[in-house]
């Protein structure tokens, strides 16, 4: 894979046919898409309604700044609007000193995606959610966001904002994340508006290349994740999108925790979720049993919906995790 820089911005280059190299912030979404459709992948019964037509509708625009007002589907901007578990999480976000420069992070951007998002008190509930996050795995799980070694594995994206947030706070380490193909595709638009530089881990590549700054690893790209994966260093993030996967995606990553430095999860008690009728309490009370002896594990109600899982490698921390 050939590197080049062009305007101070990280420009990584993919094979788009056997002559021609393009970066890959210069691929419209058709382009992109057919790189990252050479492979299968798993999915629920949900997310593969959610997403039947999406694919047709990247392809026919690459400006998608009409994405919330055509309530294009899956309406991953419109679902965070009215959280109730957000708005809880912000009344301890504005009143707790030790949260200011979360809470400070929070109020800087208001407009981030598509125009037309509501605003609850002037910010906007999905960004609370990455923000309320983040302040758990430095506040609880004891994370430095300066470490310049340091991952945060984000599982399921949503909106792309956690890249924002953590370009909002100056994280120091490699960001990854890890979702379906044709949503990164939707997320590498609205960070690259943010001009936050970004670049993809894709298994033709032949040095894994990982930025300091935002990674996408679609799921599809097998050899790539498997070499993530044994990766040192690794903070886990998944607010609601682990637990809305297959029953396949779900034990591949059961297996891989207990490589994980630090495990944020954020669960839904309804079985009916994914349409799968997966037990999610069941799935994370035996990731908690098999965590227990290398990691602290906490499991509490999550603001009014839902439950979170929090754990942490026992030598990374002085005691039990610490909930006010």
């Known amino acids: 894979m050939l590197k080049g820089v062009k305007q101070f911005k990280l420009i990584v280059y993919i094979k788009l046919n056997n002559h021609t190299y393009l970066s890959i ?32 509708h990247l392809e026919d625009v690459d400006d998608l700044e009409s994405y919330y007002s055509q309530e294009i589907i899956p309406r991953i901007f419109h679902w965070p609007e009215t959280s109730i578990q957000n708005i809880n999480q912000l009344q301890i976000l504005e009143t707790d000193p030790t949260c200011s420069i979360f809470y400070n992070t929070l ?11 509501k605003l609850y ?28 070694d340091e991952i945060i594995f984000e599982f399921g994206a949503g909106t792309g904002q956690m890249a924002d947030v953590l370009h909002d706070l100056n994280f120091g380490g490699q960001h990854i994340v890890y979702d379906l193909p044709l949503m990164t595709v939707i997320q590498r638009y609205f960070i690259a508006k943010r001009n936050i530089k970004y670049a ?59 490589n994980f430095s630090r495990i944020y999860i954020v669960y839904s008690l309804n079985q009916t979720i994914t349409e799968d009728f997966i037990d999610n309490v069941g799935y994370i009370q035996s990731m908690k049993e098999k965590l227990e002896n290398t990691h602290y594990c906490y499991i509490g109600e999550n603001h ?21």
């Open 25 to 56: 912030m210069e691929l419209t979404n058709k382009e992109l898409i057919s790189k990252l459709s050479t492979k299968e992948y798993n999915l629920s019964s949900g997310w593969k309604i959610m997403t039947a037509n999406l694919k047709r």
């Open 107 to 117: 109020c800087n951007t208001i407009d981030y995606g598509p125009p037309g998002i």
């Open 121 to 148: 008190n002037n910010v906007q509930c999905d960004r609370i959610q990455q923000v309320w996050s983040i302040y758990n795995v430095v506040s609880r799980l004891n994370l430095d966001l300066n470490k310049k």
């Open 200 to 258: 993809y881990i894709l298994d033709d590549d032949h040095e894994k290349n990982i930025i300091n700054g935002t990674n996408y690893l679609p799921c599809n790209q097998y050899e790539s994740e498997k070499y993530i994966m044994g990766l040192p260093n690794i903070n886990f993030i998944a607010t609601f999108s682990l637990t809305e996967t297959d029953i396949e995606t779900h034990n591949k990553f059961a297996n891989y925790m207990l």
């Open 304 to 324: 009014g919906n839902g439950n979170v899982f929090m754990a942490v490698k026992k030598e990374l921390t002085h005691g039990e995790i610490s909930i006010n």
